[in-house]
C-alpha cells in the first residue's frame, strides 16, 4: 500500500444565519427564483459598501473553539482579487493573515479501527460567491447564466493539515466535522451546495492535485478514489504528476484538469479597508459559555450513563437530532433497549427510506420499547409497528398491535398450538428421536402458522422440544 | 448665500429659478454638467412652490459630481464604462440631501473615476475654468466647482482623494471642504481609493459649507468606516473669530516649486488671520517629501481592486460579440476605460502582486503612518495648519495632460491631508492674474469646527469670494 497524503478545505455556510455576510439580505435564498435575494451591496453595486454580520463571526468563533482552535486576539477581512462572472466586486472578501482561529485538532476514526488526530490548520470567514448555472453540463452548455442568491452567504473555510490518508479518512472526517457543526447549531447541511470541498492528494514524494468544489461527501470519496488510480497509474508509467487544479466530474465520476500551476492565481490580498479590525478576543468567554456539548463527550456520556455499548453510543450521537431523540425515549423506556432499537432499527429503517429521524415521534419509539418491555409485542412486531408509522399505514401504535394483530399471544393458546402441532406431526417427532434436532422446527412453524405468528419463536421452541420429550 | 437663497425662493418661485439656472446651463461652454435630472427637479420644485417644507436645504437646487450614487440618475463616473448605468439606490448623502429638501439637479463632469487634477481625463471632455475658458477647472470634481463657480448651480458635492475637492475649489475661486475621514458616509460614493476619499461641499461661502456639513455629516451604520456619535452643527459659533487661535505654517508647504503669486497670497491670508488676532509659528512635516510617491501607491492599488467590478456584466459598457468570459470582460475594460484609469489599474495591479507588495504596498502603508504622526506632533504645538491648497494657479487645458508625472506633482500639498485622515478646507485668497488662488486650512481630526472658523473669519475680513467671472 503506498503511502497517499490528503489535505481538505472545506466552504461550510453558516446557514443557520438569518442574514448574508456583509448585508442584510436573507440566506434564506434556496427554492426562490434567481437574483431574488440581493441588493446593493451583495450585487457589489457601485459605491455599496459591507457591514460586518457579528453574528456571522461569533459562529465563526465558536466553530474554532469547537474545533480546538486557537482564537486570535484580532482578526480583519482582506480582499482576494480574481475576475469571475460569479464574484461581482472582482475580489472576494475574504481573510488571510490572522485568520479567526488557528491550530486545532479534531478525532477521527482511522481505517486501521483505532481514534487519529487530524491537524486544523486553520478556519477563517469569507463570503461566498454567486452561482454559475450551465444548460446541461459544464464543459458542453453553450453559455452560462449566473444567480446572485447565493452571493454574499456566509462561509468558514476550514482547513486540515495533509493528515488524512485514505478516501475514507477523509468522509469520517467531513461525518465528523458535519457533526458537529449540527452539535453547533450553525449548520444545516441538508440544504444544497452548503458543504463545498477542495482535496488536495498527493502520493508520498510525488507532487499534489487539487481537486476543487467537490459537493456531497459520496463525490469527495469517489474523486479522491479516482485521483489516487489515476496518480498511481501516471506512477507506473514514469510519468510525473503535475501540480494543477482538476475538477470533479460528478456524472463520469473522473477528474478532469482546469488549470495548471503555471497559470496560477496571484490573488493580490491586501486589507479590506471598509471593514474594521474586530478585536474577537474578548468575544471568547460569552461565546465559550455557549458550546454545548459535543460528539465525543455525548458519546462518552452515553457510556457512562446509560450503560450502551461504544458502537452504539457513536451511532447516537453521530448526529444531534438523533442524540437528543434517543435521550428523550431513554428517560420513559429502558435505555438500553431504546438504544438497541433506535441505532439497529429505527436508524436503518429511516436510512432505507431515506427519511430523517424527524419523521418519527419518540412517543412511539418509547411506546414501542416500552411494550417489548412489557412483552407485550414480539421482536418482530416491533419491527412491523416501525415500518407500519414509517409507511403512514397508521399512527398508532396500539391501534397498529391491533389492526396488524400483533399482540402477542396468550400463553395457553400458545400451549394448546403447541400440543395439537406436536400430535399432528408424528414423522417429524419420530426424526427428532432419530437424532434430527431440525425436525423439532417444522412444528414450530406449524405452531407460528397456527397463532398467526403472534407467539415468541424462541420461546415456541422451548415449549415444542419440552412437548417432545414428554410425550 | 444658502440661508438667504432659501428663504428668496419661499418668497419667489424655485421652479422659475431652476428654470433660469437651467437655461444658463444649456448656453454654457464650461462642460461642467454631465447629466441633468431637469424634469424631476423642476417637478420637485413645483411641489416646493405649492407647499414648501421645512428643511435646511428647502427648496435649494444642488448639483452631485458624477460619482455619487443618485437613484434613477445616470451615474458613470464621467467613465464610458459606465455609460448607461442607472443606480437603483442613492448615497448616504443623498439621502441626507432629500430629506432636507435639497433639490437634486443633475450630475457633474469628473476626472474619470477621480483620477486626475485637471478633470480633462473625463469622457465627456474636459470641464472649463469659469474665469479663463482656456484653463483647467482643476480636478477630480472640476464639473462641481466650475458649475458653482460660474453660477450655474448655488452649491454642489465633490469627493476629495487625495485633493479633488480643495483643488478645484481652489482653481476656480470657492470654498472646498475633505472631511475628517469617517465624518461623511461614504456609502454610494463610487469607490476610487477607499481608504482616503471623503465626499465635501463646494460653496461659495464657509457658511453654505458648513450648513451642507451639518446635513451630510453623521454617523451611518452602513459605512463601517462612519465616525459614531452625536450629529453634530457647525454654524453655532461659526463667525466666533480666530482670537488666540494658533497656526501653523509647515516650512515643507513653502518654498521651491510654489508659484510666487501663490505664496504671496497665501502669506498675506496668514496675515490677515494674524490680524483679526490669530498668531502663527514655523512646524515642520517631515515625512512630506515621502507623500506623493506613498498617496499614488496606496491610491492606485485600491483603485486596481475597485474598478475590477467594472466587467460590463451587470451593469454599463456591453459592446460587440459575447465570447469566453476572460475575452469579452477583457474586451469591454480595454474599451471602457480611459489612458489615465487603465494606467493606475495597471500599476496598482503590479504594486499589490507577490513579490512587489512588501516593496511598494506595506511600505507606502508604514510611509502613511509616519506622515499621520507628523500631523499629530503639529497639532500638539497649534490649532490649526495653513498652506498653499495648490502651489499653482490653474493651468491650460491640454498643457500637463501628456505629463503625468507633473500632474501627480501638483498635488504635492493637498494628498498628505488624505494620508492623514485629517479635515482642510481650501478659501479663495487672491489672484495670479485671473485666476484664482487657494487658502488650504488643516485642522486635527474632527476638527472641522476650527477650519470652519478661521475660515469664515477670514472670509468676513476679504472680499475674494465676492469676485465672480465674467461668464454666459
Known sequence: MEDVIIGLEIHVQLNRLKSKMFCGCSTAYHNSPPNSHTCPVCLGLPGSLPVINKKAVEYGIKVGLALNCKIEEETFFYRKNYYYPDLPKGFQISQYDYPLATNGHIMILGDDGAERNIRINRAHMEEDPGRLVHAGTIDKAKYTMVDYNRCGMPLLEVVTEPDLTSPKEARAFLDKLKSILEYLDVFDGSLEGSMRVDANISLKGGDRSEVKNISGFKGVEKALSYEITRQKNLKRRNIKVVQETRHFDEIRNVTVSIRSKVGAHDYRYFPEADLAVLRIASWVPAIKSTLPELPDAKRERFVAQYGLADDHAKSLTSEIKLANFYEAAAARASPKLAAVWIADVLKGELNYRDLSIESFRVEHMTEIVQMLETGQITEDGAVQIIRALLDKKGDSTSKIVKDLGLGKAEDDVVQRAVREAVAESAAAVADYRAGSERALNFIVGMVMKKTRGKADAGEVHRLVKAEVERV | ?472
Open chain 2, 1 to 472: 448665500m444658502l440661508a438667504e437663497l432659501r428663504n428668496r425662493l419661499r418668497a419667489e418661485s424655485c421652479e422659475e429659478h431652476l428654470l433660469q439656472l437651467f437655461e444658463r446651463i444649456e448656453k454654457s461652454e464650461l462642460n461642467g454638467f454631465t447629466t441633468l435630472a431637469r424634469e424631476c427637479a423642476l417637478e420637485e420644485a413645483r411641489q416646493f412652490d405649492k407647499n414648501p417644507g421645512k428643511g435646511l436645504l428647502a427648496g435649494v437646487p444642488i448639483a452631485i459630481k458624477e460619482c455619487i450614487s443618485t437613484k434613477g440618475i445616470e451615474t458613470n463616473c464621467s467613465s464610458r464604462i459606465l455609460r448607461g448605468y442607472i443606480p437603483p439606490y442613492d448615497a448616504h448623502v443623498i439621502e441626507r440631501l432629500k430629506a432636507e429638501g435639497a433639490i437634486i439637479m443633475g450630475k457633474t463632469n469628473m476626472d474619470e473615476f477621480a483620477m486626475g487634477t485637471s478633470t480633462e481625463t473625463s469622457s465627456f471632455g474636459p470641464t472649463r475654468n469659469p474665469w479663463d475658458k482656456e484653463y483647467v477647472p482643476g480636478g477630480s470634481s472640476g464639473g462641481s466647482a466650475a458649475v458653482v463657480a460660474g453660477g450655474e448651480a448655488p452649491c454642489a458635492l465633490g469627493s476629495d482623494t487625495g485633493g479633488s475637492v480643495r483643488c478645484p475649489a481652489s482653481f476656480c475661486g470657492i470654498v472646498g471642504l475633505k472631511p475628517t475621514y469617517g465624518l461623511v458616509s461614504r456609502y454610494g460614493l463610487v469607490a476610487y481609493a477607499n481608504s482616503l476619499e471623503q465626499i465635501g461641499p463646494l460653496t461659495h461661502t464657509v457658511e453654505d459649507t458648513a450648513l451642507l456639513m451639518d446635513v451630510i455629516s453623521g454617523h451611518d451604520r452602513r459605512d463601517s468606516t462612519s465616525a459614531e456619535g452625536e450629529r453634530h452643527s457647525y454654524l453655532p459659533g461659526l463667525h466666533d473669530g480666530v482670537a488666540g487661535l494658533k497656526i501653523g505654517i509647515p516650512r515643507e508647504y513653502f518654498g521651491e516649486g510654489v508659484n510666487k503669486d501663490v505664496e504671496k497670497a497665501v502669506w498675506d491670508g496668514i496675515h490677515t488671520l494674524e490680524g483679526l488676532g490669530a498668531t502663527w509659528q514655523e512646524v515642520s512635516l517631515p515625512h512630506t517629501r515621502y507623500a506623493l510617491a506613498a498617496y499614488y501607491v496606496i491610491a492606485m492599488s485600491e483603485a486596481s481592486s475597485n474598478l475590477a467590478r467594472f466587467d460590463g456584466l451587470r451593469y454599463g459598457l456591453r459592446e460587440g460579440e459575447d465570447k469566453d468570459w476572460h475575452t469579452t470582460f477583457s474586451a469591454i475594460r480595454a474599451q471602457g476605460f480611459g489612458p489615465e484609469v487603465k494606467r493606475r489599474i495597471i500599476l496598482g495591479t503590479y504594486a499589490l502582486s507577490a513579490g512587489y507588495y512588501g516593496r511598494y504596498y506595506l511600505k507606502a502603508l508604514k510611509v502613511r503612518t509616519l506622515i499621520k504622526e507628523d500631523f499629530l506632533r503639529a497639532f500638539k504645538d497649534v490649532d490649526i495648519l495653513a498652506s498653499p491648497t495648490m502651489p499653482i494657479p490653474a493651468f491650460k487645458i491640454g498643457e500637463r495632460i501628456n505629463d503625468p508625472l507633473s500632474l501627480y506633482m501638483a498635488d504635492v500639498f493637498t494628498v498628505p491631508i488624505n494620508l492623514a485622515g485629517v479635515p482642510a478646507i481650501s478659501v479663495p485668497c487672491g489672484f495670479s492674474g485671473r485666476l484664482p488662488i487657494g487658502l488650504q486650512l488643516i485642522g486635527p481630526h474632527f476638527g472641522e469646527s476650527k477650519v470652519l472658523r478661521a475660515s469664515a473669519a477670514f472670509e468676513a475680513a476679504t472680499a475674494f469670494h465676492e469676485a465672480k467671472p465674467e461668464v454666459i
